[in-house]
């Protein structure tokens, strides 16, 4: 196997898992590279949506394909936004980062912050193919705050609230390579890479 897919429109997502599998000289397209369409996300858990996004693209393209569900869940308010992460603040098909962060600072105006605990989760799900019985599935999580206000430019959806008490910052203002190393994406993003090193690089025996 020397290039996969990846079904993602993001081009954050796209350049993190570039990055981690260069080394591996495998390419990864994106869904978008291929003008794919992104299905309706119908799922009530993560890896519903991931295991979706999977097999109609593994379908679509017959190509080994890798997909990827994460959100945030904050405690406050239930695991909200959650599966619908993206899209929290949607208003007539519009929606956008920016107004998912000003939703969630709005829903959490009241929130001391002892009770502004959250995580970032993932769930990547790798198919060879489309019929594949086996699945493989990847995980991470990534505790933190939310914070009062945006913080720092770096990085890509809810990552300018989201603190990191260990750094003392925001995700946002962590370096690429550093926010690989703790965030939930870059966790189950180095399992896939130890899986896939496995296959690769088998280990011979006596």
Same mark, same amino acid.
Request: proline fraction near 5%.
């Given at each position: 196997?020397?290039?996969?897919?990846?079904? =993602?429109?993001?081009?954050?997502? %796209?350049?993190? $898992? #570039?990055?981690?599998? +260069?080394?591996?000289?495998?390419? @990864?397209? /994106?869904?978008?590279?291929?003008?794919?369409?992104?299905?309706?996300?119908?799922?009530? =858990?993560?890896?519903?949506?991931? %295991?979706?996004? $999977? #097999?109609?693209?593994? +379908?679509?393209?017959?190509?080994? @394909?890798? /997909?990827?569900?994460?959100?945030?869940?904050?405690?406050?308010?239930?695991?909200?936004?959650?599966?619908?992460?993206?899209?929290?603040?949607?208003?007539?098909?519009?929606?956008?980062?920016?107004?998912?962060?000003?939703?969630?600072?709005?829903?959490?105006?009241?929130?001391?912050?002892?009770?502004?605990?959250?995580?970032?989760?993932?769930?990547?799900?790798?198919?060879?193919?489309?019929?594949?019985?086996?699945?493989?599935?990847?995980?991470?999580?990534?505790?933190?705050?939310?914070?009062?206000?945006?913080?720092?430019?770096?990085?890509?959806?809810?990552?300018?609230?989201?603190?990191?008490?260990?750094?003392?910052?925001?995700?946002?203002?962590?370096?690429?390579?550093?926010?690989?190393?703790?965030?939930?994406?870059?966790?189950?993003?180095?399992?896939?890479?130890?899986?896939?090193?496995?296959?690769?690089?088998?280990?011979?025996?006596?």
């Amino acid at each position: 196997m020397n290039k996969f897919l990846f079904a =993602t429109h993001n081009l954050g997502k %796209l350049n993190e $898992a #570039k990055n981690f599998f +260069k080394l591996l000289n495998i390419e @990864v397209i /994106s869904a978008k590279d291929l003008h794919l369409e992104a299905p309706e996300e119908t799922g009530t =858990t993560f890896i519903e949506n991931a %295991l979706l996004k $999977a #097999k109609y693209s593994a +379908k679509k393209t017959g190509l080994p @394909v890798l /997909s990827e569900d994460s959100g945030l869940m904050i405690n406050a308010l239930g695991g909200r936004p959650g599966v619908h992460s993206a899209r929290f603040a949607e208003c007539n098909g519009k929606f956008s980062s920016q107004a998912n962060i000003d939703r969630v600072l709005h829903l959490l105006k009241d929130k001391p912050l002892n009770l502004r605990k959250a995580q970032y989760y993932c769930v990547m799900v790798w198919l060879q193919h489309a019929e594949d019985p086996c699945p493989k599935i990847f995980e991470g999580l990534w505790q933190g705050e939310i914070l009062l206000y945006p913080q720092g430019s770096n990085g890509f959806g809810y990552d300018s609230i989201f603190y990191v008490p260990e750094h003392e910052c925001s995700a946002a203002e962590l370096e690429p390579t550093q926010k690989n190393l703790l965030s939930h994406r870059g966790q189950a993003f180095r399992k896939l890479q130890q899986y896939f090193s496995q296959i690769l690089y088998p280990t011979s025996t006596q």
